[in-house]
């Protein structure tokens, strides 16, 4: 049994708002509205998208920037 994804719909007037703030970090812009999913991994958002709409038909983005992960996350540089 799989956990269901939960989504928010979001119309083109509240997203051009000057205010707006993402409800999660990863969204699908279709020609009516964007689909926020509530997700951490953007490869499950990925796989529902495609489950939802057909395999490669929308391309999931990310409303925020994403911290990156690599071998060299703990190192700092000293301007010293």
Known sequence: ???????????????????????????VRTALY?????????E???????NEYGKGKYTVRAARLEKPKGKFEGHKISAK
């Open 44 to 50: 499950e958002a990925q796989n529902f998208v495609d």
């Open 1 to 27: 049994m799989t956990k269901e994804l939960r989504t928010t719909i979001v119309e083109f007037d509240q997203y051009a708002d000057i205010d707006f703030d993402h409800p999660s970090s990863y969204y």
């Open 34 to 42: 964007y689909l926020y999913l509530h997700t951490r991994s953007r």
